[in-house]
């Protein structure tokens, strides 16, 4: 892809986007604004986080290897 391309398609990636903290991102990262604020969780995000790192210390972690095990499964069915 080139340049131009690319580009066009990032514009139109960002034309179509509703989400105000992921555009406010993208704006933070193109102009490298220094002084701007890191990136804030969604209550949501920070619920999943929580919610993973529970099951981690509680010992509840599956291996890559399984989880494509059961994945290839499910998809069979």
Known sequence: MTTLEL???II???LATK???LLDFVNDILTGDENS???QFT???KK???ESQS???AGDIVNHD???KRLDKWLEE
């Open 48 to 50: 999943l986080i929580q």
């Open 55 to 57: 099951g981690y210390l």
């Open 12 to 14: 139109c990636k960002i």
């Open 19 to 21: 989400d105000p903290i």
């Open 43 to 45: 209550e949501t995000e």
């Open 7 to 9: 580009q066009n398609t």
């Open 66 to 68: 399984e989880v494509t």
């Open 37 to 39: 604020s890191e990136y």
